[in-house]
């Protein structure tokens, strides 16, 4: 109890002086496992869309998928955790377990309390889920695990990565669809500027079994197509939805006195977040313009700071002309490059956002935009300076990341190098 | 012991010495209920101040297989409460009580919605386990009864996806208030309810809204939640006595009562709040969380990070222990919870936890999961603003283990100025807020 004891997870009550500075990347995506991996990948243009293998897709329309396709969690967890977790937690505590080896982080030598965790989730561990309610309908009560209590509900991967890294401060979970994987970053800034100094935020979603996959088809925005060619093509003339991916990215965020005491290599800061929510008024205009110009704003930035957009790319024709315009009132008509690393992974639920925010890092390091894929018929009206095909080197130093949630979730965070 | 001759809990802390927050304080102007025993504050806090207990053999769904079959169920009619039908057909149970409690907030607060800065304004919205009982009923329609691996969709309901991600509940209360700023459910399992309105507290207090639409809501009664409570033996079997049967801090105690229901609250800077001339119930002085990095159900009996969360939320509200006038246990009436909390409470607040009130309202209506906390964040409220302690129901024989004031069975009269209540849950989360009835400088 003499140990400092943090106000992390308490109303903030400091000047927000304090910066969010990236020290850790965990990469678990379709892309690869790691970051270096992934980052590797992605600036050869790899698409990693394919037809679902996780389940028979052949009774659903929806056939094609963004999977982690050699991701073994016993190679990284014990067998009793493999068995206690859902595939979307495995990955998680893999992707923790990477991030903090990544950040040189040494463990805590306090009592855990000026460490936090916060994750984003767009769903629970659905397939665990699955399993132990065709136990409960087709077996019988007896039959159902006893870690269905905690394997699948929204908090677990909080509750977990606690547990295995001795974090004693706040935990947080936000839900906000897609928008939650930017959200659940911008919430560990909160936590940092309330006096934690180390935060492992991030979100890595997977649901793919077909319990889940019925309700994805239901959402009405996914790619019919079955060549992974074209099955999702945003801002693309010919777009047609879509495709679900799994996967994500956790980072380790630490304050700023704490790398620089540290000397440790950062890769960046988050220097701005803000969200907003859109009007069901269909005459109002939707709120993705202003979360970025306030992010923008919030980082201490105009416009002009900024060097590259990684775009929600939420590839339907209204949302994609919707966000093209908001990027072209906010930076002129090819005004910035923009571009969606994506459209390589499919969407990734809450994990796309924070997997965005780790691609944009990578890229400011390697001072190199990585490409958007597939997009061919790009339409002039949307005035979209979209880097296809080919990265393109660039004198970054500020990036925005942009992600939707479906219902009118929008969020924007300004990822800037530390100096 | 953390806690000093003068009740100070012991820490440096060094975010007292700033004062930007000063002048962004977040008080409650308004509260809706949609809870056991009655629709509408009114009839919460009657049930809570005369002790009744509204757990009841469940009526939901055929429980005749389960280990317990009690709950404290909402008598809830959507047509009643006023929902369209196509909120009625859209919308799982746990989102209709949100929006019902939702206008019974804006409407006590005195806001009209047309009026407000859109672009201000939030939603902050806790739920432990989002639209499950729609999700399971969708289930068991497309997998045939758990025979069929493969779900069909063509027996399955059009907006499944609403259901599968909780959001949508935010989504709902943001519509219903007209909110265009950050707009989120909070998901921290059975502190839910507590951490949601902390989070829109964190909201005012930075300056992104003047005003958040926050609480929390649950309608967790379905087989397969019943069911992990079973496996884990963490319900109550008092079947034949379910009205009795949640008894915290009891020797008897056998187990917690699943509830269900929402409370939602409209939370304002002061400052905005007092301009526009609002009934201010009181404010939230101060709110931590903390994870015990032990076991996703279990509680290390020392109840340290509870401790700490307490500590740290008195701290911030700049109080004693001494200034503590009432706290709202957690009593979840299982045999760890009470000892645990019953020991974070003697180590948060030394010998003064023997002299402040303790009661727990899931004695009366359930454990109703992320929305437990909101519910009795409202209790507080009414017990602040009437002066009342509702008790613990069904405190018969103490555990020797448990030797605080529980206020058993009768509500006590008495002047609160502050209260406390605790939330402990699965994946190790352990909150504390603190509420004041009057606003201090």
Same mark, same amino acid.
């Given at each position: 109890m003499t140990a400092e004891v943090a106000r992390a997870g308490s109303i903030a009550r400091t000047p927000p002086t304090t910066r969010a500075v990236v020290t850790g990347i965990g990469i678990l995506a379709p892309t690869g496992l790691g970051a270096e991996e992934h980052w590797a990948a992605t600036l050869r243009g790899e698409c990693a869309i394919r037809p679902l293998t996780r389940f028979d897709p052949s009774r659903y329309w929806a056939r094609l998928a963004g999977e982690v396709r050699v991701f073994d969690p016993s190679a990284y967890l014990s067998g009793k955790l493999v068995t206690q977790t859902d595939r979307m937690t495995q990955m998680t505590l893999a992707a923790t377990d990477w991030a903090f080896a990544d950040s040189g982080a040494p463990p805590d030598n306090g009592d855990g309390y000026s460490r936090t965790v916060v994750t984003g989730a767009t769903a629970g561990g659905y397939e665990f889920g699955q399993r132990e309610l065709e136990k409960l309908w087709h077996q019988g009560p007896d039959f159902v695990s006893t870690y269905q209590s905690f394997a699948w509900f929204y908090a677990v991967n909080t509750g977990q990565i606690s547990i295995r890294h001795g974090i004693r401060g706040s935990g947080a979970v936000v839900v906000s669809e897609q928008a939650g994987g930017l959200d659940a970053i911008g919430q560990a800034r909160r936590q940092l500027r309330s006096g934690a100094r180390l935060t492992v935020s991030g979100a890595i979603d997977s649901s793919l079994c077909p319990w889940a996959w019925v309700a994805h088809q239901a959402c009405g925005t996914l790619s019919t197509r079955t060549d992974p060619a074209t099955a999702y093509l945003p801002f693309d003339r010919e777009v047609n939805g879509h495709v679900v991916g799994e996967g994500g990215a956790m980072l380790i965020l630490e304050d700023d006195d704490s790398v620089r005491t540290r000397r440790t290599e950062a890769y960046g800061e988050i220097a701005g977040y803000a969200a907003t929510f859109d009007s069901r008024d269909p005459a109002r205009e939707p709120g993705l313009r202003r979360a970025a110009e306030l992010a923008i704003d919030d980082a201490g930035l105009g416009p002009a700071d900024i060097d590259v957009v990684f775009a929600d790319a939420a590839g339907t024709a209204t949302a994609d002309s919707a966000e093209a315009a908001a990027l072209a009132t906010i930076f002129g008509r090819h005004g910035i490059p923009v571009t969606a690393p994506k459209t390589m992974t499919g969407r990734l639920y809450a994990g796309g956002g924070s997997l965005d925010v780790a691609t944009a890092l990578l890229a400011i390091r390697d001072q190199v935009i990585p490409p958007t894929v597939n997009v061919r018929d790009l339409p002039q009206e949307y005035g979209l300076d979209l880097v296809r095909d080919e990265p393109r080197a660039a004198r970054l130093r500020a990036a925005l990341v942009l992600a939707r949630g479906r219902g009118g979730f929008n969020s924007a965070i300004v990822v800037t190098e530390f100096a | 012991m953390p806690v000093g001759k003068l009740g100070r809990y012991r820490s440096t802390d060094w975010s007292l010495m700033s004062t930007w927050t000063a002048s962004r304080r977040a008080v409650i102007t308004g509260i809706g209920s949609v809870a056991p025993g009655g629709i509408g504050t009114k009839a919460f806090w009657d049930l809570l101040a005369n002790g009744r207990t509204a757990t009841r053999n469940i009526t939901q769904f055929d429980a005749r297989q389960y280990r317990s079959r009690i709950a404290a169920e909402c008598d809830f009619d959507p047509v009643a409460e006023g929902l369209s039908p196509r909120e009625i057909r859209r919308l799982d149970r746990a989102a209709q009580f949100a929006l019902v409690a939702g206008k019974e907030a804006i409407e006590d607060a005195g806001i009209e919605v047309d009026a407000l800065d859109s672009h201000r304004t939030a939603v902050a919205l !806790?739920?432990?386990?989002?639209?499950t009982t729609s999700l399971e009923r969708e289930y068991v329609i497309g997998s045939d009864l758990g025979r069929e691996w493969h779900v069909d969709p063509r027996y399955t309901i059009p907006h499944l996806y609403e259901h599968f991600a909780p959001s949508s509940m935010a989504a709902e209360l943001a519509s219903l208030i007209g909110a265009e700023g950050p707009v989120n459910v909070v998901s921290t399992g059975c502190t839910s309810g507590l951490d949601s309105v902390g989070h829109a507290a964190e909201l005012i207090a930075e300056g992104s809204a003047d005003l958040v639409l926050t609480g929390a *809501?649950?309608?967790?009664?379905?087989?397969?939640? *019943?069911?992990?409570?079973?496996?884990?033996?963490?319900?109550?079997?008092?079947?034949?006595?379910?009205?009795?049967?949640?008894?915290?801090?009891?020797?008897?105690?056998?187990?917690?009562?699943?509830?269900? !229901?929402?409370?939602?609250?409209?939370?304002?800077?002061?400052?905005?709040?007092?301009?526009?001339?609002?009934?201010?119930?009181?404010?939230?002085?101060?709110?931590?969380?903390?994870?015990?990095?032990?076991?996703?159900? !279990?509680?290390?009996?020392?109840?340290?990070?509870?401790?700490?969360?307490?500590?740290?939320?008195?701290?911030?509200?700049?109080?004693?222990?001494?200034?503590?006038?009432?706290?709202?246990?957690?009593?979840?009436? *299982?045999?760890?919870?009470?000892?645990?909390? *019953?020991?974070?409470?003697?180590?948060?607040?030394?010998e003064h936890a023997y002299r402040i009130p303790v009661s727990g309202f899931k004695s009366m209506v359930g454990h109703s999961l992320g929305a437990i906390g909101s519910l009795e964040i409202v209790g507080c409220l009414l017990a602040l603003e009437q002066g009342v302690i509702p008790p613990t129901a069904n405190l018969h024989e103490p555990d020797p283990e448990c030797d605080l004031d529980y206020v058993p069975l009768v509500a006590r009269e008495q002047r609160v100025a502050s209260a406390l209540t605790v939330g402990s849950g699965f994946g190790g989360f352990q909150t504390a807020m603190l509420l004041r009835r009057t606003v201090r400088p």
């Amino acid at each position: 109890m003499t140990a400092e004891v943090a106000r992390a997870g308490s109303i903030a009550r400091t000047p927000p002086t304090t910066r969010a500075v990236v020290t850790g990347i965990g990469i678990l995506a379709p892309t690869g496992l790691g970051a270096e991996e992934h980052w590797a990948a992605t600036l050869r243009g790899e698409c990693a869309i394919r037809p679902l293998t996780r389940f028979d897709p052949s009774r659903y329309w929806a056939r094609l998928a963004g999977e982690v396709r050699v991701f073994d969690p016993s190679a990284y967890l014990s067998g009793k955790l493999v068995t206690q977790t859902d595939r979307m937690t495995q990955m998680t505590l893999a992707a923790t377990d990477w991030a903090f080896a990544d950040s040189g982080a040494p463990p805590d030598n306090g009592d855990g309390y000026s460490r936090t965790v916060v994750t984003g989730a767009t769903a629970g561990g659905y397939e665990f889920g699955q399993r132990e309610l065709e136990k409960l309908w087709h077996q019988g009560p007896d039959f159902v695990s006893t870690y269905q209590s905690f394997a699948w509900f929204y908090a677990v991967n909080t509750g977990q990565i606690s547990i295995r890294h001795g974090i004693r401060g706040s935990g947080a979970v936000v839900v906000s669809e897609q928008a939650g994987g930017l959200d659940a970053i911008g919430q560990a800034r909160r936590q940092l500027r309330s006096g934690a100094r180390l935060t492992v935020s991030g979100a890595i979603d997977s649901s793919l079994c077909p319990w889940a996959w019925v309700a994805h088809q239901a959402c009405g925005t996914l790619s019919t197509r079955t060549d992974p060619a074209t099955a999702y093509l945003p801002f693309d003339r010919e777009v047609n939805g879509h495709v679900v991916g799994e996967g994500g990215a956790m980072l380790i965020l630490e304050d700023d006195d704490s790398v620089r005491t540290r000397r440790t290599e950062a890769y960046g800061e988050i220097a701005g977040y803000a969200a907003t929510f859109d009007s069901r008024d269909p005459a109002r205009e939707p709120g993705l313009r202003r979360a970025a110009e306030l992010a923008i704003d919030d980082a201490g930035l105009g416009p002009a700071d900024i060097d590259v957009v990684f775009a929600d790319a939420a590839g339907t024709a209204t949302a994609d002309s919707a966000e093209a315009a908001a990027l072209a009132t906010i930076f002129g008509r090819h005004g910035i490059p923009v571009t969606a690393p994506k459209t390589m992974t499919g969407r990734l639920y809450a994990g796309g956002g924070s997997l965005d925010v780790a691609t944009a890092l990578l890229a400011i390091r390697d001072q190199v935009i990585p490409p958007t894929v597939n997009v061919r018929d790009l339409p002039q009206e949307y005035g979209l300076d979209l880097v296809r095909d080919e990265p393109r080197a660039a004198r970054l130093r500020a990036a925005l990341v942009l992600a939707r949630g479906r219902g009118g979730f929008n969020s924007a965070i300004v990822v800037t190098e530390f100096a | 012991m953390p806690v000093g001759k003068l009740g100070r809990y012991r820490s440096t802390d060094w975010s007292l010495m700033s004062t930007w927050t000063a002048s962004r304080r977040a008080v409650i102007t308004g509260i809706g209920s949609v809870a056991p025993g009655g629709i509408g504050t009114k009839a919460f806090w009657d049930l809570l101040a005369n002790g009744r207990t509204a757990t009841r053999n469940i009526t939901q769904f055929d429980a005749r297989q389960y280990r317990s079959r009690i709950a404290a169920e909402c008598d809830f009619d959507p047509v009643a409460e006023g929902l369209s039908p196509r909120e009625i057909r859209r919308l799982d149970r746990a989102a209709q009580f949100a929006l019902v409690a939702g206008k019974e907030a804006i409407e006590d607060a005195g806001i009209e919605v047309d009026a407000l800065d859109s672009h201000r304004t939030a939603v902050a919205l !806790g739920s432990a386990v989002g639209c499950t009982t729609s999700l399971e009923r969708e289930y068991v329609i497309g997998s045939d009864l758990g025979r069929e691996w493969h779900v069909d969709p063509r027996y399955t309901i059009p907006h499944l996806y609403e259901h599968f991600a909780p959001s949508s509940m935010a989504a709902e209360l943001a519509s219903l208030i007209g909110a265009e700023g950050p707009v989120n459910v909070v998901s921290t399992g059975c502190t839910s309810g507590l951490d949601s309105v902390g989070h829109a507290a964190e909201l005012i207090a930075e300056g992104s809204a003047d005003l958040v639409l926050t609480g929390a *809501t649950e309608a967790p009664l379905s087989p397969i939640t *019943t069911v992990c409570f079973d496996v884990i033996r963490a319900s109550s079997r008092r079947n034949d006595d379910p009205e009795h049967s949640c008894r915290p801090f009891d020797k008897t105690r056998d187990g917690l009562v699943l509830g269900e !229901g929402s409370a939602i609250l409209v939370l304002e800077d002061e400052a905005r709040a007092r301009a526009r001339g609002a009934h201010v119930y009181g404010e939230i002085a101060g709110y931590a969380s903390r994870c015990n990095a032990y076991h996703m159900t !279990g509680l290390h009996p020392d109840g340290r990070e509870m401790a700490e969360a307490i500590g740290s939320a008195l701290n911030q509200a700049r109080m004693n222990a001494t200034e503590v006038d009432y706290i709202n246990a957690h009593g979840s009436g *299982t045999k760890q919870n009470d000892r645990h909390e *019953t020991a974070a409470f003697k180590r948060s607040l030394g010998e003064h936890a023997y002299r402040i009130p303790v009661s727990g309202f899931k004695s009366m209506v359930g454990h109703s999961l992320g929305a437990i906390g909101s519910l009795e964040i409202v209790g507080c409220l009414l017990a602040l603003e009437q002066g009342v302690i509702p008790p613990t129901a069904n405190l018969h024989e103490p555990d020797p283990e448990c030797d605080l004031d529980y206020v058993p069975l009768v509500a006590r009269e008495q002047r609160v100025a502050s209260a406390l209540t605790v939330g402990s849950g699965f994946g190790g989360f352990q909150t504390a807020m603190l509420l004041r009835r009057t606003v201090r400088p």
